[in-house]
Structures are given as structure tokens and as C-alpha cells.
């Protein structure tokens, strides 16, 4: 990210805002690669998962989860975001099967496997004596979602960003929600997975694979069916006394604005707010969490990249950005913070 998102320490930017409350530190999380080492290959460069820890704690912190088949580089701009200002641990764990120089097709990925790792950074949060907060990208931002309706340690706010709560209804709200629901019980049907194209997922982007393989798709899949039945005890008296910050793309084919605006019916009073980008910006999925773009990078034999380095800018990535970033990141992140800061006060429902 860069320095223009946040203010210096110990002060206020030009909105008034809080100023960075101290650098992170010690951003890798050797714990959670003792509890799940990756398998013969190790990772590709900048795909591991990421603690990050605030000189000045706050007493909160959040677990942000990453989209299928990207890394915990996708988020860490909200990652950082949530440390430098609002003083959060940051908890960014590495899904199974996810981030692997020889990912084999994915082979063997599981929800379950996922929860696995949801939990233990929910551990790893709790054991600091924080309030946890919990969020992520797209089918994180399902995780997310179920973890904090099911898992009594998340006893703070949810923060979904393009969050896969079901798929392909964006812009055709009957035929697109049936053809959605249709595409997910396929993909649920581990014969459907067969017709998989079992082409390399190795590819130029260095922090997510090149395609989506379809039993990945079905994890997902099954994830969304498990969070509708969670979610269904809500709808009748409006329960969900958590809150929720949604934030998403209107030109995202992949969200369902639907399934969100049901989402918001069953938050308390108050509790629920949206960021949307308009349609006219053309951000894709992902982008919706870039502060920056991601470029490609020359990929090797073995899954690495030329140059695995972060901190290259524009000028020096080869060819057009992969992932174009969020036009209004900043935006955002004021959004955000607001929402973050001020836990108790009112919030309005309307998009911002």
C-alpha cells in the first residue's frame, strides 16, 4: 500500500482521521506453517500466510481470509489497513491447497480443510486476549461469514468483501438467480468435476492460480449450501446481532447482490453497512481489495516467479496489471475505519 492511504503516526490525515498507530511487525507466521507445513515444493514467494502485529494494540484484532485459489496477498492491504491505523493484530492464514508451487490440480482440497485453518487463526487471535473480528474475500468472505455465525470467538464485527454468498445473479435477478443455484448444485456433484480441463495452475500472476479447478469450485459450493441453512435460522426474528461492513463491485458478475440485500435484512437494526463501487469503474472481483494492481511476473519451471519481490512498482512488473486495483480504495478504507471506530453508534443501510 501505498503512504498516501494513511497518515503519519500519532496523527490525523487530511479527513480527520486517526493516524498510524506503529509499523507491523514480524509479518510472517511461522506458527501457522508448523501446523500445516506445505507439501513437497513449498510455497511460491509471497503467498504465505501473514501475521501482522501493531507496536501499539488496540485490544481487537481480525481474521481476513482469502478468495479461491489467490493467497493472503490479495488482503494485505486491508490487512495493513486494519494494523497501522486501527491498532488490530492481523491474522492472514493460508487456505489448504491454496498458494503451492505444484498445486497438483488441487487435488484433495476440502471445506473441511478450510475450517481447519479458519480455526486456528481464530485461536491464534483469542489466545492475545483480543476481541475478534473476522473477513475475507469472496468465498473467505463465506467463511467468514459462517464462522462468525457459528463459532462463539468471533465475538466482534464481519467484513466481507465481494463475498461469494452465491454465484452469477448480478444484473439478472430471476434467470441469473436460478442459473446461479443450477451452476451450484452441479458443481456440488463431484462427477461434474470430472469434465475438469486439468490444465497447469501455475501461471503469470505470482499470488493466484490461473483457473479455478473444478472441485475447488464444489468446496465452495458446498460452503454457500451450509451457510444458506445457517443463515435460514435468522431470517425469522432478524437475529444477527453482529455487524456486518459489505463491500463489492457492481460490475462483479461473480457476487450476488440478492443474497446480500437478504444478508442486510437479518442484521439488527443499524448494524449493517456497504461499500459498492459503481458499475462504470469496470472493477472485477478481486480488485475490490487492491490498493495497488498486480502485474505479471515471468513464471519458472518450478512455480517461481523472475522476481518475487512485493515492493516492485509499475514500472518495473512486465506487461499490462492482472488485477486492476479499487479506483476508491481510499474511500474504503475511510469507510472502514468509521465503521471500525465507532462500534456503537448507528449505521446507516443505504450504499455510501
Not at 498510524?20 to 509479518?27: C, F, L, Q, T
Not at 516467479?305 to 499490462?320: I, L, T, Y
Request: net charge positive; aromatic share 8%; charged share 20%.
Amino acid at each position: 500500500m501505498t503512504d498516501t492511504h494513511f497518515a503519519a503516526a500519532g496523527g490525523r490525515d487530511q479527513h480527520g482521521r486517526k493516524g498510524d498507530p506503529g509499523p507491523a511487525v514480524n509479518p510472517a507466521w511461522p506458527e501457522y506453517l508448523q501446523a500445516f507445513p506445505p507439501p513437497a515444493g513449498g510455497l511460491r514467494p509471497g503467498c504465505g500466510p501473514r501475521r501482522l502485529l501493531p507496536e501499539r494494540p488496540s485490544g481487537r484484532a481480525v481474521v481476513l481470509l482469502h478468495g479461491l485459489t489467490d493467497s493472503p496477498r490479495y488482503l494485505l492491504a486491508i490487512g495493513q489497513l486494519f494494523c497501522h491505523r486501527l491498532g488490530y493484530r492481523v491474522y492472514l492464514p493460508l487456505l489448504a491447497g491454496h498458494g503451492l508451487r505444484r498445486p497438483r490440480g488441487m487435488a484433495g482440497v476440502s471445506l473441511q480443510a478450510w475450517k481447519e485453518n479458519v480455526a486456528f487463526a481464530l485461536d491464534a487471535a483469542v489466545a492475545a486476549g483480543d476481541r475478534v473480528s473476522i473477513g475475507g474475500l469472496s468465498t473467505g468472505g463465506a467463511l467468514a461469514l459462517q464462522a462468525a455465525c457459528t463459532d462463539p470467538r468471533v465475538a466482534g464485527d464481519i467484513y466481507l468483501f465481494a463475498a461469494a454468498l452465491h454465484l452469477f445473479d448480478n444484473g439478472l435477478p430471476l434467470l441469473g438467480r436460478r442459473l446461479g443455484r443450477l451452476i451450484e448444485w452441479l458443481l456440488r456433484q463431484r462427477s461434474f468435476h470430472l469434465l475438469d480441463n486439468r490444465r497447469p495452475l501455475i501461471g503469470t500472476n505470482p499470488y493466484r492460480y490461473a483457473r479455478v479447478p473444478l472441485a475447488a469450485a464444489g468446496e465452495l459450493c458446498r460452503l454457500i449450501a451450509e451457510l444458506d441453512t445457517t443463515l435460514a435460522a435468522y431470517r425469522q426474528d432478524r437475529r444477527l446481532a453482529k455487524r456486518v461492513f459489505a463491500a463489492w463491485s457492481a460490475a462483479d458478475r461473480v457476487v450476488s447482490p440478492t443474497a446480500l440485500a437478504e444478508l442486510a435484512g437479518i442484521v439488527k437494526a443499524g448494524g449493517y453497512r456497504q461499500f459498492v463501487v459503481p458499475k462504470e469503474m469496470a472493477l472485477a472481483h478481486a480488485g475490490v481489495v487492491l490498493a495497488e494492481p498486480i502485474y505479471p511476473r515471468a513464471v519458472q519451471g518450478d512455480g517461481s516467479v523472475q522476481d518475487p519481490g512485493e515492493a516492485q512498482n509499475a514500472r518495473g512488473a512486465a506487461g499490462p496489471p492482472l488485477e486492476g486495483a479499487n479506483p476508491l480504495f481510499a474511500e474504503m478504507v475511510a469507510a472502514i475505519s468509521d465503521f471500525a471506530d465507532f462500534t456503537d453508534s448507528p449505521i446507516d443501510r443505504k450504499s455510501d
